[in-house]
């Protein structure tokens, strides 16, 4: 069985940062993922796919947060991570991570075979 379960959430200040961690089990090869992905949904809004990890290592970001969040891969521990710094109030949302076994170009557009139950994050001025 396979789980995805994020955290790291918590509430900051504008400019603040925060590390988000989704830790993966049930992967093997079979089942592996071709593309992984942060998203993000804030109430009253539509999901927002906000940073994207290829499983050559190719990474994709939304207009909004490039330069400030960066996603990276920690096979060792087969968990993905996102580092966000510069955080601004318009981050608010809940944070997801996703896993799909298709390969997407860009896997900020995945359908996701696989969710977390998801991390909050509050930023406030």
């Known amino acids: 069985q396979v789980t995805l379960v994020e955290s790291g959430g918590g509430s900051v200040q504008t400019g603040g940062s925060l590390r988000l961690t989704c830790a993966t089990s049930?992967?093997?090869?079979?089942?592996?993922?071709?593309?992984m992905g942060w998203f993000r949904q804030a109430p009253g809004k539509e999901r927002e796919g906000v940073a994207g990890?290829?499983?050559?290592?190719?990474?994709t970001y939304a207009d909004s947060v490039k330069g400030r969040l960066t996603i990276s891969k920690d096979n060792s521990k087969n968990t993905l991570i996102l580092q966000m710094n510069s955080l601004k109030p318009e981050d608010t949302a809940m944070y997801y991570c996703?896993?799909?076994?298709?390969?997407?170009?860009?896997?900020?557009?995945?359908?996701?075979?696989?969710w977390g139950q998801g991390t909050q994050v509050t930023v406030s001025s």
């Open positions: 990890f290829r499983g050559d290592s190719q990474t």
């Open positions: 996703a896993a799909d076994r298709i390969f997407y170009s860009d896997c900020r557009q995945l359908a996701g075979d696989y």
């Open positions: 049930g992967f093997g090869d079979t089942n592996r993922p071709l593309c």
